[in-house]
Every structure is written in structure tokens, then in C-alpha cells.
């Protein structure tokens, strides 16, 4: 599916659209979203008009009217995540609508504006993407893998590139030794000398790297190839066209790996495994990145394996419970093993932190988020498990304290910030601190009352008075 522009869509998506704008410049905002969203049924590809949306809703949200019946409208927010992640895997359309439901009662939904973004990688709507991946990376501007994720967006959607590079290097600055972040800068360097070499076309999403590229069929590789989301059509030819490219260029590691990528994406794992040893074999066996890789496909494995078992089948909890068994097993042994190999990576102490809570290794964890604390990128969420390991412990008065500076270092109220709320709000309660609990289950319920059960602890409150 391709973005359109205004003289691309229907007749009567026009005359809808065209009544939307005069409703918003009525300051009908209720009506004008409800056309707005009539539009993007019809034509969900009207970037033009999808902009047109966000900004009422945010105006709707940001000038108070309306707060009551947006407050009623929040209570349907969580089931609508899980409705819209359900349709992501055979109606991509639907859940772009689904998720329009969600920011029309929060515009700054982190759940709504992931959704957005999926369905848009789906659907091959790259500035519909671009849109929301902006929004969410003002709510976590510390999150290093959205921050990248937005200037590759920003290039594939746009040809953006300079503005690409300006978001890496502004995350960099408060990282300047991060190799990831500077490889990902070193790639963008080199397109912003495609488009300073005379390629201006590129910019505004009017012109393409097809134009650009002497070999067309090679520029459709490249593009396909970095597409979040493949057609099976596609991985099949990708995967042929490097297997013949394999056969002149035994030795190109870069090759080597993306095909094995491929292959783990058709859940061929056996022929992935295999390959990405033949990178680790030439003396790669020193890169992180290529050794998460192969966990990855390794636990990708162990999933594919429980897709496959009959919900039926009368042992199907003792083999699912197995499964599952093995594969934390395998997860807490790798990496605590990269732990060992890389002791100053901070973002893998928060990995196994992780990995030690899910096991009930309550001591460890503590151990490893401790350590994780300083990674700024890892901070708040390392911080957040700590409440949690403190909690489980019944050191109520470490979990509050914890969950209370984390708060302080959040200023933007997004869905990582009512979950800290939240687990404070019950830390309270758990410490017999029943007003203050409530107190903190109200910040929510005034932003989202869909968000848990903060309306029914709410309510109770009240009615007990």
C-alpha cells in the first residue's frame, strides 16, 4: 500500500476530508476527529489527512474540553492494545484504525503510537511510521533502540538524513562511547553523501534511492532488505539472490550474516545457526552483536517449538512448562556467560537482572540492577525492577523510596511513568499507607482510568468514605 496524496484519494474521501477542516477550524473537534477517522477508513494511506488527525487530537486533548467524556473514553484504552495487537497479524488495516480509537481519547499514547508504527511497517506506510516513532521518542528520549529506530525512519520515509544524523548525535553526546550508536551514525554518514552529491529529490519522500542507483535491481534488494516487516515472497527471493552472491563472495561476512538473519526469519533455525558459525568461526567470535544474534535465534527456536504444540493435547501444560523451563535455562545461561565476557557492558547486567527476576532469583537480581543503574538508557527501568525485587522481599520502605526517585527523574507522565505510579501507589498500600496509595492510584485515574484496576481502587476509596 502506497501514501497518498489529496488528488490521489476518492471523491468522497475529499468531500469527508474537506468537511473535517471546516469542522476543526469551527473548533468541532469531536466531529472533525469522528470524519478525519471516516477519511482514513476509506483511504488509509492519506498521510495528509492522518497528520490533520493527530493535530485535533492533540488541540482536543490540550485545550480541556471534553476531559470527562476522554477520561470515559481511556476506560477501553488496554483491551484496545490487545484488540489491535491481535488484528497486526492478518489485518494491518484494522489495527491502524484500532489504534486511532486509542489516541483520540490520549494523543500521546505510547501503546496507541506502537501500534501505529507496526501496522504502518505492515502496511508500507513509512511516513505514517515516521509520525508516531516521533512522538514516542519524545516520551523516552533516553531510549537508545527508538532513537534509531526513528533516524532509519526518518531516511527510509523521507530521505531525511540530516535530521537523522541529529538525533544520533544529540543521544551520543550523553553516550560518546557507544559503539552502536556511533556505527548507526557512520551509516547515516554515509547516505547524508548520497544526498549531498546531488540528490536532493530524496528529501521530503519525493524522490527514492531508485533513481539514484545505476543497478535498479540492486536498489530494490537494499530497500527490501531493511524493511522491519518481509512478505515471505520477498525473504525467499532475498534468500536465493545471497545464496548465488555466496557462491563469488565466500568471504563476505556481511552477507553471511544477513542471510542467516533471513533464514531465522523463515524459522529455518538449523541453516541460520550454522551460518552465523561460519562468521564466528573467521575470528568474529569477539562481537557482541553477532553473539546476541545468535541467542536470539536460539530463543526464537524455543518459541517457534511451543507455536507448534496442540493446546489440546493432554500433556500440553507439561510440555509447554518444559519448554518454557528450558528456554529461561538457556537465556540466564548465555547471558551470564556474555556478563562474564563483557563485565562494563551495563545493558547486558540489565538483560540478566531481567532474566533473574523472571526466575525468581530475587538476590541476584538486586545484584544486577544495581550495576545496570548506570547505564542512562537502562536507569528508570532498572530502577523500576529494584522496586519490584525490594517488594517481593517485603522491604516496603526501599521499594517506595526507589520507585520515588525514579518519579522524580520521569518528567513526561507516559505509560513508564503510571506503571512506577501504579507499583507505588500498592508498595503504599502494602505498607498500611491506604490515603497516600490512593493518592497515587488518583494521578493515574485523572490521566487514564482505563490503566489496571486505578478506577476500581478509586471507587472503593470513595465509596468507603
Do not use: W
Not at 525512519?153 to 535530521?163: A, I, K, P
Not at 524522490?207 to 530494490?220: C, F, N, T
Not at 497516600?436 to 478506577?455: N, P, R, S, T
Amino acid at each position: 500500500m502506497a501514501e497518498k496524496e489529496i488528488n490521489e484519494i476518492s471523491r468522497d474521501a475529499r468531500v469527508l476530508y474537506t468537511k473535517a477542516t471546516e469542522a476543526a477550524q469551527r473548533e468541532n473537534y469531536d466531529y472533525a476527529i469522528a470524519l478525519y477517522n471516516q477519511v482514513l477508513e476509506k483511504e488509509p494511506g492519506f498521510f495528509e489527512g492522518r497528520k490533520a488527525l493527530r493535530e485535533i487530537q492533540g488541540r482536543k486533548a490540550g485545550g480541556g474540553g471534553g476531559f470527562f467524556k476522554k477520561m470515559l473514553s481511556g476506560a477501553s484504552s488496554s483491551p484496545l492494545v490487545a484488540k489491535g495487537q491481535l488484528a497486526l497479524r492478518n489485518n494491518p488495516g484494522g489495527a491502524l484504525a484500532i489504534a486511532e480509537q486509542i489516541l483520540n481519547s490520549d494523543p500521546n499514547s505510547t501503546a496507541g503510537h506502537r501500534l501505529i508504527v507496526q501496522a504502518a511497517q505492515a502496511l508500507e506506510l513509512p511516513r505514517t511510521g515516521v509520525m508516531s516513532l516521533e512522538i514516542l521518542v519524545k516520551n523516552s528520549p533516553k531510549d537508545k533502540s527508538l532513537a534509531v529506530e526513528f533516524a532509519n525512519s526518518l531516511v527510509v520515509g523521507g530521505g531525511d538524513t540530516r535530521r537523522a544524523e541529529q538525533v544520533l548525535m544529540e543521544l551520543l553526546r550523553s553516550s560518546p562511547n557507544d559503539g552502536e550508536l556511533g556505527q548507526a551514525l557512520k551509516d547515516l554518514s554515509a547516505r547524508k553523501t548520497l544526498d549531498e552529491g546531488g540528490y536532493g529529490a530524496l528529501e521530503g519522500g519525493k524522490g527514492s534511492y531508485r533513481d539514484i542507483l545505476k543497478d535498479k535491481k540492486e536498489a530494490v534488494s537494499l530497500e527490501q532488505e531493511k524493511r522491519v516487516v518481509k512478505s515471505e515472497d520477498t525473504n525467499e527471493r532475498l534468500i536465493n539472490e545471497y545464496e548465488t552472491r555466496l557462491q563469488t563472495e565466500p568471504e563476505n561476512l556481511k552477507l553471511i550474516r544477513s542471510l542467516a538473519e533471513l533464514y531465522a526469519q523463515k524459522k529455518q533455525f538449523d541453516q541460520a545457526m550454522a551460518l552465523f558459525d561460519r562468521v564466528k568461526n573467521t575470528g568474529m567470535g569477539g562481537d557482541p552483536a553477532l553473539e546476541r544474534a545468535m541467542a536470539n535465534t536460539v530463543v526464537r527456536r524455543f518459541e517457534f517449538q511451543l507455536e507448534q504444540l496442540d493446546p489440546a493435547a493432554p500433556d500440553y501444560a507439561e510440555q509447554s512448562a518444559k519448554l518454557q523451563a528450558e528456554k529461561l535455562n538457556y537465556q540466564l545461561t548465555e547471558c551470564q556467560q556474555r556478563a562474564e565476557k563483557y563485565p562494563t557492558d551495563l545493558a547486558i547486567r540489565f538483560e540478566l537482572g531481567q532474566l533473574y527476576f523472571q526466575a525468581g532469583k530475587i538476590t541476584e537480581a538486586i545484584q544486577e540492577f544495581q550495576k545496570a543503574q548506570g547505564n542512562p538508557h537502562k536507569r528508570l527501568l532498572a530502577m523500576g525492577y529494584l522496586a519490584q525485587c525490594y517488594a517481593k522481599r517485603k522491604m516496603y520502605d526501599l521499594a517506595a523510596r526507589t520507585l520515588q526517585n525514579a518519579i522524580k527523574e520521569k518528567p513526561v507522565f507516559d505509560d513508564e511513568k503510571k506503571e512506577m505510579v501504579y507499583n507505588l501507589g500498592c508498595v503504599l498500600d502494602s505498607m498500611g499507607k491506604k490515603e497516600e496509595a490512593v493518592d497515587q492510584f488518583k494521578l493515574i485515574y485523572e490521566m487514564d482510568i482505563g490503566y489496571k484496576d486505578v478506577a476500581a481502587k478509586v471507587d472503593a476509596f470513595y465509596a468507603g468514605q
